[in-house]
């Protein structure tokens, strides 16, 4: 854990968590840890934690890839858009959404006005190590990973900089990057 970042005990955080009464909405690239940093962050909190990804999935009842073939990505993010928004307003403690969902303009202000939004950042290369890992990332499979990624970057930091809170996500443990969030929304509360 870094210095920036001293420990929270379990106290500090429960009282944290008793002033969080928005749900955190994770935001950032894809392979920056929003759904493995999102399990740890709820499990701090005492909160429910639901993956934007998986509950398109269930109401689609195809994958994410099937709907980019199938249907294309402006339908994707409309579909996205509509359960993010069902999301947060069935209020889930800690969301974790897809990488492109707050760059959708409606989906940006329901999340900023509804819910804590937490970027989530990450250097490139460490992006492009995580995301190796998983065939599952139709934009991947568009040409070279690490161009996409750095195109993505540039692209996705101005929507993604209008988040009240920027959390870099190290190659250490997820339990520091979810203390580091807690603290962060300490200090913007």
């Not at 944290?16 to 701090?44: D, E, F, H, N, Q």
């Not at 897809?98 to 509804?114: H, I, M, Q, W």
């Not at 998983?134 to 990973?145: C, V």
Request: with cysteine.
């Amino acid at each position: 854990m870094s210095a920036s970042h001293p420990s929270l005990s379990d106290r500090d955080i429960a009282s944290i968590a008793a002033r969080i009464t928005r749900p955190v909405v994770l935001v950032g690239l894809m392979g920056v840890g929003k759904s493995t940093v999102g399990r740890k962050l709820a499990a701090m909190l005492g909160r429910d934690f639901i993956d934007a990804d998986d509950a398109i999935v269930a109401a689609a009842q195809r994958s994410i890839p099937e709907i980019f073939e199938t249907f294309g990505e402006a339908h994707f993010r409309d579909g996205e858009r509509r359960v993010i928004a069902r999301l947060i307003d069935e209020g889930h403690g800690v969301i974790a959404t897809g990488g492109g969902a707050f760059v959708d303009p409606a989906t940006r202000a329901a999340v900023l006005e509804k819910g804590i939004a937490v970027w989530i950042d990450c250097d490139v290369d460490t992006l492009v190590e995580r995301t190796s890992r998983r065939a599952n990332r139709p934009l991947l499979k568009q040409g070279n990973p690490r161009e996409i990624l750095n195109r993505l970057a540039r692209e996705r930091a101005p929507f993604y900089a209008e988040a009240p809170i920027r959390v870099v996500s190290e190659t250490g443990p997820h339990a520091d990057t979810a203390r580091a969030i807690i603290k962060a929304i300490d200090e913007w509360l």
